[in-house]
């Protein structure tokens, strides 16, 4: 139950972004049309052709020199799914639209970018592996390579503060795994299942995205081959894209995975070895390497740049500045909550945001547990003698250093300290709207588990300028939008 809840918690999250609902509505769109029983073309041929990128992919393919048997010079996409075959077409669009989709969602995170090329080589690697095959066997096994990273990307695009707690593990020398689940709760791999289950992936894209394990012969022949081509992919494009290895290890570690993936591959190792190794040497895989090398050469000054908290936050202002006037509301509340705790690194942000009853409610929250605590999180604006009734008639910030100290727990509302009894520290920034009226409240906190540290002017300045930003998005429309969620 916990992880379900989880899951359905970073839907919505994604949600909020608006253009996710699209990707999904697109990949069910492809799925269905590929599962009529009727063989109706109408459903697939309208998704290619909504895309001219896509179109011509399509139409390339069918003229290529594989299929001049039937004819060539194939102009509708109606002929190209007869000759290619409805399965092949499908899961060509499939993974076209979750490439696509990241391409356009890119952030200006470099590890982002950096996460979305490592998984785009490990396609061109299921590519070339595949490519003197059967097309529809080799289609399905690139996306089931693309799937199987699909959890990570998610949470790297989508929960951006998240990512950074998981990294600050990683950092610390946890596993990816395990990081993953102290966070979230839940595994990417799992985050990629249920992502496959939503978008109505057939059954056997979602037992290729699994494990691969030799030794397991409870599984169909197909779905063994359709792991390894994934497995292999994934760890070989891991390689390639390992920072500071040198070639000879780089080689050493690509002819190990090609030795034992050779078998279920049936390919000999050699092959696979230098197969695999003319992708790092080419231009190739599709320019993705190219890349992911310029990249690199810049990750150094973008993550200096990026050391200090002040600048972090000056980012996600940044941000909330570049998104259109008329906005919707959610969306401006999420990239706020979310630059406050990873700039400072904080345990948990929470928005307060003011109905027109006068009452102020935590509309959205992140960090471990914070979903329970959400509903309790509501207070009146009427005057009572405590911090959050300073912060909402102040015009700037307020840091409360010790939340411990038996003259400051007098000052904190029962509420608060019923829902938050671990908080060390904590910010208070009241965000005013055009009318000078405060309209929301943001909040930001250390747990006593983390190091106590201040906050600096300079990040307090910038704290205040993103709550100032955050302001505009709370015309008459957005407030309406707001109340009834």
Not at 164 to 192: K, M, N, P, S, Y
Not at 207 to 236: C, H, K
Not at 291 to 304: F, H, W
């Amino acid at each position: 139950m916990l992880k379900a809840a989880v899951l359905d918690r970073l839907w919505t999250r994604m949600s909020e972004r608006g253009d996710f609902p699209m990707l999904s509505q697109s990949l069910r769109t492809t799925m269905a049309a590929m599962n009529n029983d009727d063989l109706d073309f109408t459903g697939l041929v309208q998704v290619v052709l909504s895309d001219f990128a896509l179109t011509q992919k399509v139409l390339r393919l069918a003229n290529s020199a594989m299929y001049m048997a039937f004819g060539g010079n194939i102009t509708t996409v109606s002929r190209a799914l007869m000759v290619l075959g409805m399965d092949a077409v499908g899961h060509l669009v499939v993974g076209l639209k979750i490439v696509d989709h990241f391409h356009h969602s890119a952030p200006r995170r470099i590890d982002a970018k950096l996460e979305l090329n490592r998984t785009l080589l490990s396609g061109c690697v299921a590519r070339k592996l595949t490519e003197r095959g059967d097309l529809r066997a080799g289609e399905e096994a690139v996306v089931c390579t693309l799937m199987r990273q699909i959890g990570k990307l998610l949470v790297v695009f989508y929960l951006d503060a998240e990512w950074d707690q998981i990294r600050r593990h990683i950092d610390g020398g946890a596993l990816e795994t395990d990081a993953c689940v102290l966070v979230l709760g839940v595994t990417f791999d799992e985050i990629g299942t249920e992502a496959a289950v939503r978008w109505r992936l057939p059954d056997m894209i979602r037992s290729g995205m699994g494990e691969f394990d030799p030794q397991d012969v409870t599984q169909p022949r197909q779905v063994q081959w359709l792991r390894a081509i994934t497995n292999y992919s994934t760890a070989v494009a891991d390689v390639l894209t390992q920072q500071n290895m040198p070639d000879w290890e780089r080689e050493a570690r690509i002819a190990e995975l090609a030795q034992s993936y050779s078998g279920a591959l049936n390919t000999d190792p050699d092959v696979l070895q230098q197969m695999s190794i003319a992708l790092a040497r080419e231009e190739g895989g599709d320019g993705v390497m190219r890349e992911i090398v310029e990249l690199r050469a810049n990750a150094d000054a973008i993550a200096r740049e990026a050391l200090t908290p002040e600048a972090r936050i000056a980012v996600g202002v940044k941000d909330l500045r570049d998104l259109p006037a008329g906005s919707p509301l959610a969306p401006a509340l999420a990239m706020a909550a979310e630059t406050v705790l990873a700039g400072l690194g904080f345990a948990r942000t929470v928005v307060f945001v003011k109905h027109s009853n006068g009452t102020f409610k935590a509309r959205l929250g992140l960090g471990p547990m914070i979903d329970a605590a959400l509903p309790k999180l509501t207070f009146n604006a009427a005057f009572e003698p405590d911090v959050f009734h300073l912060a909402i008639a102040n015009s700037v910030g307020i840091f409360i250093e010790n939340a411990r100290d038996p003259k400051m727990v007098a000052r904190l509302p029962e509420w608060f300290r019923r829902s938050f009894d671990d908080t060390r520290a904590f910010v208070l920034l009241p965000v005013v709207d055009e009318t000078d009226q405060t309209v929301a409240l943001l909040y930001g906190d250390w747990s006593h588990t983390q190091e106590a540290r201040r906050i600096s002017q300079k990040e307090m300045s910038v704290l205040n300028e993103l709550a100032q930003e955050l302001g505009r998005f709370f015309g008459q429309g957005q407030m309406r939008e707001m109340e009834t969620m």
